[in-house]
């Protein structure tokens, strides 16, 4: 940006602080740490803390930030120059350069690709342009909103006051909030940021998707006007997404809706993050080193002394430690108001009036409790919805007979219909029209399948997809639209309040005016068997989701009604029935405390090639690590770089990768396992071996993640 005005060999240094420490975008772990250069007296005005800069490094040019301006350097040889200021626009704040190398050291990464999903990428015009807002300032203002201020609303809940007082008082409240059945989440959460603009504070505010984007940043600028709030996504253009987090940096906003790429926006002053269903897998980064938003927004609060609030129909496992560690307080309605508010769920098998008066209820797919449901809510005048596990149409094929998933002769894989097959497939081994059931991984035709589990023939659809369900549905009700939302149809906004049927996906499930007379919740089996550890908590948070856009339970019960197609005794069918999700938590932190797993443990995945696994094992927990690992739990003493309690778990052989090579070597995973108050040991020690893996060029690459989503 700024030209020199001498020949490098005549560069002066500058008058004072003339040593910058740069944090140069190289991801290496052993050069995980600032490097020192001499700031050139011409570039001494605009080096200053938190711009970008280029410097040389081995002997080529690159990327970095500018961290901090010292007198002195511990470095005993002599300094490079720094060789460009890129921009003066300081838009690295000290707070997020903290936040990121907090970040990096809890999740054993670097720094530096951090500071790549937490800084976007620098658009030059967007830059030059003066900050200017609607009303012709640079300055947000608050309280133009024509909305109240929700303490009526939050009166519901007994903690709910008192929570706004601490937000309006600028004081690190931290919650946990499970909101009623039909509750308007966003309002809340535009509410309680209101208290917190009031009290001259910043509030940062994240949801899963851009669908709840709309809502809250809809409910925030009714709350504090237009020029306050900025909503950032990653779907945004490269300009208008730059353009709106300079709005924030430079102060014009107060309040910031975002997605999970907003999670690191450097708002002023910040007295409030929240996340809301923090349960939802989009709030997972999928790039290294794989923070997720609520662990993020934690630290923040932390470090910020800002308040925390994670809210969610559901509640998971980890803001249950939140809670049962005395860090947070649940924020709850009490029983009386619950019921009040919530729809009557009815499952299968509660009563033996039911069994009675559908003895195939077990074998049926809609039963007769979920007609009777759909027929009176639609006779009301009021729409209902289908929630369905799968788009499509025939995702998968399983045996009629016991509903093992059918198989490949050749390779185990699972079978299913050629795409676009649209008939039934049972009968014979295959389906009429709609050619031979195929292998989904070596793509070979079965002509005559035999289940090895009961010797049956027939085939039938594993689990029936939302194209088959809203097929199946309109021939059950000729006199209702059927409407889809989510798979391959769009995801709906809202639908009208009329008598209309809504096929949709878990998480596709659109409100409807006035809410739903009904909801029926089908192919339960399916979500539950999955083979994950979140699985039943999954369950009920999407359960959970779709019951609340139903009405409550109303005319002796007959509307309002959500019938959830899986057996009454399992435990979430159990907590959506009685609408309790914090003793679901307590009981699924409970049971993974006695097992094992995370939350109640930190555990991290070291996912490669066998020799490389195995590298990464024998460097933690010494050159015995694995011996006996047919056990899959060995309990050894520590003689390398982990904490002492270290276990591994593993390793085992994984699937094939899609499009892999067949003759690449086989990848494993092995789980490393230990109390939870060694978390930061644990990382610190992966972060040591990634130094000397990296030293010396280590050719195998190996995924480690700390506390992984697909333990289980």
């Known amino acids: 940006m700024t030209r020199a005005t ?8 500058a008058a004072t602080l003339p040593v910058a420490r740069i944090a140069v975008d190289v991801a290496l772990a052993h050069l995980d740490r600032p490097f020192d250069y001499r700031v050139p007296a011409h570039l001494d005005d605009a080096a200053a803390p938190g711009v970008r800069v280029r410097v040389r490094f081995a002997g080529r040019l690159v990327d970095g930030f500018l961290l901090e301006r010292v007198a002195d350097s511990d470095h005993a040889g002599r300094l490079a120059w720094v060789d460009k200021v890129v921009s003066p626009e300081p838009v690295l704040t ?13 999740y054993a990464g670097v720094l530096a690709d951090v500071l790549r999903l937490a800084v976007p990428p620098r658009h030059a015009r967007v830059e030059a342009q003066p900050q200017v807002l609607p009303d012709g300032t640079g300055t947000a203002a608050v309280g133009e909103g024509t909305v109240g201020d929700g303490a009526a609303a939050w009166s519901r809940y007994p903690r709910g006051p008192a929570l706004l007082d601490a937000l309006r008082g600028g004081r690190a409240a931290h919650a ?49 006007g237009e020029q306050a709030v900025v909503a950032l996504t990653a779907e945004l253009g490269p300009a208008e997404r730059y353009r709106r987090w300079l709005a924030v940096r430079r102060g014009a906003a ?30 997972a980064e999928p790039r290294a080193p794989y923070p997720h938003v609520r662990d993020v927004l934690v630290l923040r609060a932390h470090a910020a002394g800002a308040a925390l609030l994670v809210g969610g129909f559901a509640r998971t496992a980890e803001a249950q430690v939140l809670v049962a560690s005395g860090w947070a307080q649940e924020v709850v309605a009490d029983r009386a108001t619950v019921r009040a508010a919530a729809p009557r769920v009815t499952a299968m098998n509660e009563t033996g009036n039911q069994l009675a008066r559908d003895p195939d209820q077990a074998a049926s797919r809609l039963p007769v ?19 369905v596990p799968r788009a499509g149409y025939l995702p998968w094929l399983a045996c009629a007979q016991c509903r093992e998933t059918a198989r490949c002769r050749h390779c185990a894989g699972p079978l299913a219909l050629p795409g676009g097959a649209r008939t039934s497939a ?55 639209t059927v409407r889809t939302s989510g798979g391959s149809a769009p995801v709906l906004d809202r639908v009208p309040g009329r008598p209309d049927l809504v096929v949709a996906t878990p998480g596709a499930e659109p409100p409807a005016e006035d809410g ?34 139903v009405v409550p339970a109303s005319d002796g019960g007959r509307l309002g009604r959500v019938v959830v197609v899986a057996d009454a005794a399992l435990p979430p069918v159990q907590a959506l029935v009685r609408w309790d999700p914090a003793w679901h938590a307590a009981t699924e932190l409970a049971a993974r405390t006695e097992v094992g797993f995370p939350p109640a443990v930190r555990m991290a995945s070291v996912e490669g090639a066998a020799p490389a696994v195995a590298e990464v094992v024998e460097a933690l927990l010494g050159p015995d690590a694995l011996l006996g690992s047919d056990t899959l739990l060995d309990p050894r003493a520590v003689s390398g770089l982990g904490p002492p309690g270290t276990e591994v778990l593993g390793p085992v052989e994984l699937d094939p990768e899609p499009g892999a090579d067949p003759a690449a070597p086989p990848r494993e995973r092995a789980l490393l396992r230990v109390p939870r108050a060694e978390g930061r040991a644990l990382a610190a020690a992966l972060a040591a071996v990634a130094a000397q893996r990296s030293a010396r060029k280590a050719s195998d690459a190996v995924r480690v993640r700390l506390d992984p989503p697909e333990v289980g």
């Open 94 to 106: 000290a707070d997020v350069a903290a936040l990121c190398r907090a970040v990096a050291d809890r």
């Open 516 to 549: 739903y007379g009904a909801a029926l919740l089908l192919d339960g089996w399916a979500m539950l068997s999955r083979p994950d550890l979140r699985v039943a908590e999954e369950t009920l948070r999407r359960w959970m989701a779709a019951a609340a856009l």
């Open 369 to 387: 409790v979920a007609f009777e449901a759909a027929r009176t809510a639609l006779a009301a005048g009021r729409p209902v919805l289908v929630q």
């Open 426 to 480: 049972d009968g014979g081994g295959g389906a009429p029209g709609a050619g031979l059931p195929q292998c989904r991984w070596c793509g070979r035709a079965e002509p005559a399948f035999r289940c090895p589990a009961c010797a049956s023939r027939r085939l039938r659809a594993g689990v029936v997809g939302a194209g088959r369900t809203a097929e199946e549905l309109g021939r059950a009700f000729p006199g209702a």
């Open 254 to 283: 107060r309040v910031v809706v975002g997605t999970r790429s907003a999670v690191f926006a450097p708002v002023e002053r910040l007295g409030l993050v929240a996340v809301w269903d923090d349960g939802d897998d989009l709030h």
């Open 176 to 224: 946990v909030w499970q909101p009623l059945p039909g509750e308007s989440w966003a309002d809340r959460l535009a509410e309680a940021a209101a208290a917190t603009a009031g009290a001259g504070r910043g509030a940062l505010l994240v949801v899963p998707d851009q669908r709840d984007v709309a809502a809250l940043h809809a409910a925030c600028v009714a709350q504090l």
């Open 6 to 13: 001498r020949t490098r060999g005549e560069w002066r240094p």
